[in-house]
C-alpha cells in the first residue's frame, strides 16, 4: 500500500506501508497486549527499543513511528505514527494519515449506524469505546493527520469509571 492521501489527496511519500489489523483486546499488527517489553522487541524484530519514557504508562518508541504503553510491565497501549510505520484500518477507514475532520464525522457515523459508543477527550482525540480506538492527529509540515492509538478494554474501562481520560500520550502533541 502506498500512502496517497493527506488532507489535500496530494501527499505522496512513495513509502511501501504494512498494514496491521485491530483484533478488538487482543492487539494490533504482531503486538499483543499484556506482552513483556523484551516480547514486543521480539515481534517487532529489534534488540530493544529507540528510547524509553516514564510517566502514568511506561512508553518506548521503536523504529517506525511505533510506540508502545505499559502499566505494570504489562503492554496496553499502542499507537501509530500519521505517516510512517504500520498502517491501520478500522471498518474501511484509514487511521493514519487522515483529515482529522473526516476522521470525527466517519466515527460519529460509525457510531450512529452501529448503535456504538464514542466519546471526545478534552484533547479532542475521538475514542471508540468498546473497540479501544482512539483517534488522534499529529502535525506533519503543515497539516494535522490522524494517528490511532489503541489500548485494552480494561484501560477504556477505567478511563470511562474515572471519567478521567488519562490516557496513554505519545510524545506528538505538537
Sequence with gaps: MRIDESVSGRMNTGVERVS???Q???GVGP???GMSSAEVAAALHVSEPQSRAGGPFDREDY???VKTFYDEDELVGVALDAVMGPQAFFAGFSLNG???RRGREYFL???RDHDRSGRFTPDASFVLLDSGVVLREQQVGGVRLTRPLFVTLELMRRVVER???ELPLE???D
Design 20 to 22: 496491521w489489523a485491530l
Design 24 to 26: 478488538v483486546d487482543a
Design 31 to 33: 503486538l499483543r497486549f
Design 63 to 65: 523504529p517506525d513511528g
Design 98 to 100: 487522515s483529515d482529522p
Design 109 to 111: 457515523d460509525y457510531c
Design 163 to 165: 471519567d478521567s481520560y
Design 171 to 173: 510524545g506528538v502533541t
